[in-house]
């Protein structure tokens, strides 16, 4: 099979995913269904708390980090859906991401906060990362799967996703100490 075969059986294949993805969000996840509206909850929310929470002053740098822990979050979410590994069962809308309300709100705003918090001194931000990562995986994520909104699948455990969401916040707290460093070191 030549690469542009290849190419146009991976074009059919896609409609055809997309196609069910509509079919399946109009029966099981649209607003007629009680998921569509918990969905909806855990991106609104998170973002309403932020708003009345956020430290106007930091405001750039706390949401640099956000920003970082959503993007990381999104693409290793979309990974593992494409690898076989979780299935995010009803989602807002089918042409975006299927974890948004998650990796897009409710994950990186959780550690926007922490990270806000552990701008004072004496906080430790491993410490406390490792807090709320442990509260996501062990206490959201079961209660996530325990509505039918996820499914973890080929050997992937809330033990998976609790030490990918401690990594994801120790590259984005790198990172946005790097890009502090590196920004204030040019002025």
């Not at 990186?108 to 906080?123: A, E, G, R, T, W």
Request: net charge positive; aromatic share 18%; charged share 15%.
């Amino acid at each position: 099979m030549s690469g542009k075969q290849y190419w146009d059986e991976i074009n059919r294949a896609s409609e055809k995913v997309t196609s069910l993805m509509h079919s399946y969000w109009h029966k099981y996840s649209d607003w007629g269904n009680w998921q569509f509206w918990v969905i909806l909850l855990f991106l609104l929310a998170p973002l309403i708390v932020l708003l009345m929470k956020l430290d106007r002053i930091r405001t750039f740098e706390i949401l640099f980090f956000g920003y970082t822990v959503h993007m990381l979050w999104t693409y290793t979410d979309l990974s593992l859906i494409r690898q076989g590994f979780l299935d995010h069962n009803n989602f807002l809308l089918p042409f975006l991401p299927q974890g948004l309300a998650i990796t897009a709100s409710l994950i990186p705003i959780s550690l926007m906060l922490v990270y806000q918090y552990c701008l004072k001194p004496d906080k430790n931000f491993f410490v406390w990362a490792a807090g709320i990562s442990a509260i996501l995986a062990f206490g959201f994520a079961p209660m996530e799967k325990g509505m039918g909104l996820i499914s973890l699948k080929n050997g992937f455990t809330i033990v998976h996703l609790f030490f990918i969401d401690l990594i994801i916040s120790i590259v984005a707290y790198g990172l946005t100490k790097f890009f502090i460093k590196f920004y204030t070191a040019r002025q």
